[in-house]
T-cell receptor, first 116, second 117 residues
Framework: AQKITQTQPGMFVQEKEAVTLDCTYD???????LFWYKQPSSGEMIFLIY??????QNATEGRYSLNFQKARKSANLVISASQLGDSAMYFC?????????????FGTGTSLTVIP | GAVVSQHPSWVICKSGTSVKIECRSL??????MFWYRQFPKQSLMLMAT?????????EQGVEKDKFLINHASLTLSTLTVTSAHPEDSSFYIC?????????????FGPGTRLTVL
């Protein structure tokens, strides 16, 4: 089974609107970390936000927030007030176990296009 | 935040030659580094886990004799693509785990774009 599933290959959003990028995960480990990365056309992986499995509150970082629904095993990324510079590929990732040295599992990504 | 560099950022080589890619953690020590490969419009696929001072752990289907990994110090890991062929053309990304870091402490390099002619 896929560890990380991103069902939206492409998304469009109007500038200044909010957009939600979906991510579901599969693990039996009680300790895990969930991540979102942005990859512009340059290829660099830009860390956006992190959610630990034991975190009680949803993570937020500026315009990014993570809608963590543990029972549903979903970790959707919400981008508020979209900007043209937000156009990029977005990857959801998971690290199983408490060890930060464990590998990441990546989803297939969602291509976001912000329309002026 | 912590910085990871990769060198070169892009490389073009002839088929049959070997190419070395360096991954450096610039301001922290990294016991563990990871090497990923990304084909166009696809996700990152883990190739191997590199641990300082020991042999790398390769993922299933990755040829260890073709993709040589050396993690000789706490700040440097190298990936050598030996006898490169056009199908090895890809975007190679490394990431580094900061020793003793928190749950989100794994940092990615900017990637190396390899084109084999």
């Amino acid at each position: 089974a896929q560890k990380i599933t991103q069902t939206q290959p492409g998304m469009f959003v109007q500038e200044k609107e909010a957009v939600t990028l979906d991510c579901t995960y599969d693990t039996s480990d009680p300790s895990y970390g969930l991540f979102w990365y942005k990859q512009p056309s340059s290829g660099e992986m830009i860390f956006l936000i992190y959610q630990g499995s034991y975190d009680q509150q949803n993570a937020t970082e500026g315009r990014y927030s993570l809608n963590f629904q543990k029972a549903r095993k979903s970790a959707n990324l919400v981008i508020s007030a979209s900007q043209l510079g937000d156009s990029a590929m977005y990857f959801c990732a998971m690290r199983e176990g408490p060890n930060t040295g464990n590998q990441f599992y990546f989803g297939t990504g969602t291509s976001l296009t912000v329309i002026p | 935040g912590a910085v990871v560099s990769q060198h070169p950022s892009w490389v073009i080589c002839k088929s049959g030659t070997s190419v070395k890619i360096e991954c450096r953690s610039l301001d922290f020590q990294a016991t563990t580094m990871f090497w990923y490969r990304q084909f166009p419009k696809q996700s990152l696929m883990l190739m191997a886990t590199s641990n300082e001072g020991s042999k790398a752990t390769y993922e299933q289907g990755v040829e260890k004799d073709k993709f040589l990994i050396n993690h000789a110090s706490l700040t440097l890991s190298t990936l050598t693509v030996t006898s490169a062929h056009p199908e090895d053309s890809s975007f190679y990304i490394c990431s580094a785990r900061r020793t003793g870091g928190l749950g989100n402490e794994q940092f990615f390099g900017p990637g190396t774009r390899l084109t084999v002619l």
